[in-house]
């Protein structure tokens, strides 16, 4: 148990450094990734300028996260078919596409989430 608590310094250093590797690889390859950290930043600046309360600001911000998010699991589900196989499988298809999905259910989030947010 004392080992395991002396390891987490380590261990937290290490999964930084992999999660930092992460985002590069995306920010690098991944366009649309790039695409959303550019937005991400576009985003704070509006807020910066908007009058809106502090919660709010925060809350729009922290709800757009989900997009990237979704990205880089999307961009893993991609890179890991594409590593089983390149040839078309409808499996592999369904994969990509759900992944997909799953950004795009995060773009509606966050348009509800402005609305919302606008309406109050």
Same mark, same amino acid.
């Given at each position: /148990?004392?080992?395991? &608590? !002396?390891?987490? $310094? =380590?261990?937290?250093? !290490? ?8 985002? !590069?690889?995306?920010?690098?390859? +991944?366009?649309? @990734? ?12 509006? /807020?910066?300028?908007? $009058?809106? $309360? @502090?919660? %709010? *600001?925060?809350?729009?911000?922290? =709800?757009?996260? &989900?997009? $990237?998010?979704? +990205?880089? @699991?999307?961009?893993?589900? +991609?890179?890991?078919?594409?590593? =089983?196989?390149?040839? @078309?499988? +409808?499996?592999? %298809?369904?994969? %990509?596409? *759900? ?7 995060? =773009?509606? &989030?966050?348009?509800?989430? #402005?609305?919302? #947010?606008?309406? &109050?």
């Amino acid at each position: /148990m004392l080992r395991t &608590i !002396k390891n987490i $310094p =380590i261990r937290a250093v !290490k999964a930084t450094i992999y999660s930092l590797a992460g985002l !590069k690889s995306a920010f690098t390859k +991944e366009e649309a @990734f790039k695409l959303e950290t550019l937005a991400f930043a576009a985003l704070f600046l509006i /807020m910066l300028a908007v $009058p809106w $309360p @502090f919660w %709010k *600001k925060a809350a729009l911000l922290a =709800i757009y996260l &989900i997009i $990237p998010l979704c +990205e880089l @699991f999307n961009s893993a589900i +991609e890179d890991i078919c594409d590593l =089983i196989t390149r040839d @078309f499988h +409808e499996n592999i %298809k369904s994969a %990509k596409d *759900k992944g997909s999905a799953a950004v795009l259910t995060a =773009i509606v &989030i966050n348009l509800l989430a #402005l609305c919302a #947010l606008i309406a &109050i």
